[in-house]
Nanobody, 113 residues
Framework: QVQLVESGGGLVQPGGSLRLSCAASGFIFSNNVMGWYRQAPGKQRELVARILNSGTVYADSVKGRFTISRDNAKNTVYLQMNSLKPEDTAVYYC????????WGQGTQVTVSS
């Protein structure tokens, strides 16, 4: 079955950086658009970035600060987050785009001084 395991979150000061990783299994990874999503407290889950091979799309709120990439040989998708802001605080998830019904546990990113 589909498995998605996110890692790399943590507590970081405003302006700092984090790199998230997501190991995927249970489907043909290289054939699918992959995305990073986030859910802040009291808000709906939103898509922040997606990638199919070298083509990428970003939400306006993260454009120029976040970079999504993938390694098809490792079935892994990454999210490099720079110039982090307090409003980036959320649980971050990876999933196919459009998303499978099944989600991983996510990884918490907290941006605070």
């Amino acid at each position: 079955q589909v498995q998605l395991v996110e890692s790399g979150g943590g507590l970081v000061q405003p302006g700092g950086s984090l790199r998230l990783s997501c190991a995927a299994s249970g489907f043909i990874f290289s054939n699918n658009v992959m995305g990073w999503y986030r859910q802040a407290p009291g808000k709906q889950r939103e898509l922040v970035a997606r990638i199919l091979n070298s083509g990428t799309v970003y939400a306006d709120s993260v454009k120029g600060r976040f970079t999504i990439s993938r390694d098809n040989a490792k079935n892994t998708v990454y999210l490099q987050m720079n110039s982090l802001k307090p409003e980036d605080t959320a649980v971050y998830y990876c999933n196919r785009y459009p998303a499978f019904h099944s989600w991983g546990q996510g990884t918490q990113v907290t941006v605070s001084s």
